[in-house]
C-alpha cells in the first residue's frame, strides 16, 4: 500500500476534528468538502472558545479571507494554543498582497506561530515572500512555477511546507519539491475551491505526521477529484456538487491510479 493509500485509509478511520477559523464565502463548503473526505469539521471563531477548540481538534486551519479585528484575535489565540499543543496550523493568505490591512494581519500571525503548512496561489505566495505578487482580488495572476523561490524563501524562514495551487501544483519544503499535475480548470470557476483544498490539506495533515507527504496527498486529491467531477458536469454549479460526490467516492485505489506526482 502507497502513501497516497494510507493517507485517505487513515484518514476515513479517524475522521480527524479539524477546526476552521474560516471565511463567511465558504464555510458551508469547506465543512461539505471536509465531511466528503471523512474528516469532522468544526467553523468556531470566537474568541471566548478558540483556544478549547482547538483542544480537542486534531488541526487547526486559519484562512484569512473576510477579515475583522476580533477574528484576527480569535486567529492568534488559536494559532498561539495549537503550537503549544503541538498541533498542525494550516494557513491559507488569501488575497495577500491586495491590501496593506491584510498583509499586516499575516506578518503578525507568521510572528505568533509558524504554520506547518501555508497554503495559496502564486501571487499569495509571492506577496507572502515580499517578493512582489499582485493579486486580483483573491485570485491569482502568477502561474505556480514562477513561484518556486519563493515558496522555497518561505519554507526555509518559517520552517513550514509551501503548497502553491495553480495549473500544477508545487510543494516545498526545504530540500523537498513535488509537482501534482492533477487537477482541471473548472476548478477556477467555483469558489471556495482553494479554501476548500487547504482545509483538507488539514485534514490530512492530522493523519499524516511528515506535512511535505500529507499536503502532497491533499493537493493531488483535491486534483483528482477535480478531474473525476469534470467527467460528470461541465459546468460550475453541477460541477460544485459532483466534486463533493467525488470526494465521499473516491477510493484509495482510485487516487493512486489516476495521481500525476514528480
Known sequence: MNTLETDLNALRASAPLVHNITNYVVMN????????????????????E?????????????????????????????????????????????????TSYRNTVLAELLETASPSLIRGNASEILALAGLGGQTKGVDSTASSMNSLEAAQSLSERFGSVVSVSGAVDVIVQKNRLAYIENGHPLMTK?????????????????????????????????????????????????????????????????????????
Not at 215 to 233: D, L, N, R
Not at 235 to 249: R, V, W
Open 29 to 48: 463548503f469547506s465543512a461539505n468538502a471536509l465531511l466528503a473526505v471523512g474528516a469532522s469539521p468544526v467553523m468556531a471563531h470566537a474568541v471566548e
Open 50 to 98: 478558540v483556544e478549547e477548540m482547538v483542544g480537542i481538534a486534531s488541526a487547526l486551519v486559519i484562512n484569512i479571507g473576510t477579515l475583522s479585528a476580533p477574528w484576527v484575535l480569535a486567529m492568534k489565540r488559536a494559532m498561539k494554543k495549537a503550537a503549544e499543543l503541538g498541533k498542525p496550523i494550516v494557513l491559507d493568505p488569501v488575497g495577500a498582497g491586495a
Open 190 to 262: 467555483v469558489t471556495g475551491m482553494g479554501c476548500s483544498a487547504s482545509a483538507i490539506a488539514g485534514a490530512f495533515c492530522a493523519v499524516q505526521p511528515d506535512v511535505f507527504q500529507a499536503a502532497v496527498t491533499a493537493a493531488t486529491t483535491m486534483g483528482v477529484c477535480g478531474e473525476i467531477a469534470f467527467s460528470k458536469a461541465t459546468a460550475p454549479g453541477s460541477f460544485q456538487i459532483a466534486f463533493l460526490d467525488t470526494l465521499a467516492e473516491l477510493t484509495s485505489d482510485r487516487l493512486t491510479e489516476l495521481a500525476r506526482i514528480r
